[in-house]
């Protein structure tokens, strides 16, 4: 059973950081990457950040410069830091594997909710 627990969202100003912390089962870091979707009100769920098991990392053109991501192998854990929040950057937040690029797991957490806005 995989398990995907995100967390660190919540209400910032345009310009602020938020760092989000994802605690999923090890099966995931032994997947080939990681990665963070979003979730806006209306849109389909989108690609942010990804980090393939040799650690290159690959963002979304709209996060670039702005966000980064990481991960601990020993705690199971990956993080998104995200400095110089856009309005545009509010959504839902997931954290999942991918066995291939571009193909999450048919499993998703509840997500963490970030919300821009001044």
């Known amino acids: 059973q995989v398990q995907l627990v995100e967390s660190g969202g919540g209400l910032v100003q345009p310009g602020g950081s938020l760092r989000l912390s994802c605690a999923a089962s090890g099966s995931i870091f032994r997947m080939y990457a990681q990665a963070w979707y979003r979730q806006a009100p209306g849109k389909q769920r989108e690609i942010v950040a990804r980090?393939?098991?040799?650690?290159?990392?690959t963002y979304a053109d709209s996060v670039k410069g702005r966000f980064t991501i990481s991960r601990d192998n020993a705690k199971n854990a990956l993080y998104l830091q995200m400095n110089s929040l856009k309005i545009e950057d509010t959504a839902v937040y997931y954290c999942?594997?991918?066995?291939?690029?571009?193909?999450?797991?048919?499993?998703w957490g509840q997500g963490t909710q970030v919300t821009v806005s001044s």
């Open positions: 999942n594997g991918e066995a291939v690029i571009g193909a999450p797991l048919n499993s």
């Open positions: 980090i393939t098991r040799g650690g290159t990392t």
